[in-house]
């Protein structure tokens, strides 16, 4: 039963690894143009990464994990499945980062947390790593999505809360300058003139790093998180645009 669940045929991701080898060997990009660089994480139990930039994906920015039982997340099969976090660098040509994240079953406890901090870590705020102001997180615990604000200590708003429908399911995120959208169903969410969401700005004024934490929260992302885990998620493909 499981084996049929988590399965993934081979031909499907020596075809994946064949287009992301086509798409570092691409001659670079004209100025001002955005090359949508792809990065592929398998969550399975050979977790394995086909990230071909690594400017934008640094190797020392990604790592993978097993998971470990929590109060959230009692129920996960700790030989299966395992954790990753990704740090992408947005290049200054391009607007911000699309991330797909595919689940296998129901989710249980953190299958994602998409911030703008090293040391988000799920439920708002920071533990204080720069820039300041720089903390704005999205999560999925459970089958609900939560958007929060950028403040670095309390009160931190609550942005959007979303019930999902995840099992066997998919999501979509996008991540731009002061947005997030995510589906489906279909929700965005802005803050142009508050400046509370994502910080990815165009004037050179502040680093443009987005971090990614799948069945974890980002935090430590040079170590592993033995604090908030999940388990559902089971393959994520995110690309700049």
């Known amino acids: 039963m499981f084996a049929k669940l ?3 045929p081979v031909r499907v991701v020596g075809v994946l690894a064949a287009v992301l080898l086509c798409l570092a060997a691409a001659p670079p990009a004209q100025a ?7 990065c592929y994480v398998d969550l399975g139990p050979s977790p394995s990464f086909i990230c071909p930039n690594s400017a934008v994906y640094p190797p ?8 470990v039982n929590t109060s959230v997340n009692p129920g996960c099969d700790v030989n299966f499945w395992k954790a990753a976090v990704v740090q992408v660098n947005v290049p200054p040509e391009c607007s911000g980062v699309t991330v797909w994240v595919e689940y296998a079953g129901a989710p ?12 988000n870590d799920g439920f708002a705020g920071d533990a204080g790593s720069l820039p300041i102001g720089q903390n704005a997180e999205l999560q999925v615990l459970h089958e609900n999505l939560t958007v929060y604000s950028n ?24 991540v731009k300058n002061q947005s997030v959208s995510w589906g489906n169903p279909y929700a965005v969410l ?8 994502f910080f990815l700005p165009t004037d050179g004024s502040g680093n443009r790093t987005i971090y ?25 493909i995110m690309f700049v645009q």
């Open 108 to 119: 249980e406890g953190f299958s994602v947390n998409i911030g703008d901090s090293e040391t």
């Open 32 to 38: 001002q143009t955005c090359q949508p660089y792809i």
């Open 190 to 197: 802005a803050t142009p003139s508050l400046q509370k969401l």
């Open 151 to 174: 403040a670095t200590a309390p009160p931190v708003d609550t942005l959007a809360v979303q019930h999902l429908a995840l099992n066997d399911g998919a999501l979509k995120f996008v």
């Open 212 to 236: 990614v934490g799948l069945n974890r929260t980002i935090s430590p992302v040079n170590g592993q998180n033995t604090f908030r885990n999940g388990c559902g998620a089971r393959h994520a």
């Open 6 to 8: 988590y399965s993934v």
């Open 60 to 67: 020392a920015g990604r790592r993978s994990d097993p998971i």
